[in-house]
């Protein structure tokens, strides 16, 4: 079978139902569980990578197994190799197979690659409820039967936080017709579980579109220095001009905004406000600053 054949399969949504309740009903009367290192979903998976996996290497070497075209092509299968990869549905370990020459370069299961992707998202959500390291590896040994190091999570962790910064320090619009900044409070772990505000400035683009410009940490008592500090930010990132920013409530931001964009109309009302008028066009919106 070849890979635009395996890619011409569609299963009907009636057909995946069908297959899934087999595999409860399965694992009900095996007595075994969907997930985890013995579970149904597990051996399935092993199935799964390993018919993939040998479809790769069909394709690298040009012939089917045992056929006689790939007599003397100077490559050959050689056998496989045991490994054991982290997946959403727990440890696997799939038998990869080899070739003689060296060449073959799995894509499904990468070379050195010991976490398929979805791990990741499981120890970053982690992350972000504010378990350490120490209680993310114990989270994977008690519910996956798999232990996974502490240094391996602060690396996904590590990776994942430099794309962050480099997204906040990403270049923006010129002109923003419209920017919104509001807080939200989240629970942060800092030596204890707090509450803390973050603000977000979320920006509207000439062309009716958000785009989220930032967003940055407080401590519930800011000021005008603290404003000034954040839209300064937002003008060195190339905003050259914001036409009315909308807040509600937050000590400071009014006086900050006209420092840095002396025409921009502070508004805390989105219903309704004497000096701006928002009419209607065929890109998205006009906002026009009353002379």
Known sequence: MTQDSVSAVRLTEAQEDE????LVARARSEGTELVGPDGLLSGLTKRVLEAALEEELTDHLGYEPHDPAGHHSGNSRNGTRAKTVLTEVGPVQVDVPRDRAGTFEPVIVPKGKRRLEGVDRIVLSLTARGLTTGEISAHFAEVYGASIAKDTISRISDRVLEEMTEWLHRPLDEVYPVVFIDAIVVKVRDGQV?????????GVTVHGERDILGIWAGDGGEGAKFWLNVLTEIKNRGVADVLMLVCDGLKGLPDAVNTVWENTVVQTCVIHYPDV????SSASFVLVRAA
């Not at 297959?19 to 087999?22: N, T």
């Not at 707090?194 to 979320?202: D, E, G, L, M, W």
Request: proline letters at 12%; hydrophobic letters at 55%; aromatic letters at 12%.
């Open 277 to 280: 008028l928002v009419m209607p």
């Open 194 to 202: 707090t509450n803390k505000p973050f603000y977000v400035a979320i």
């Open 19 to 22: 297959i899934a309740r087999g």
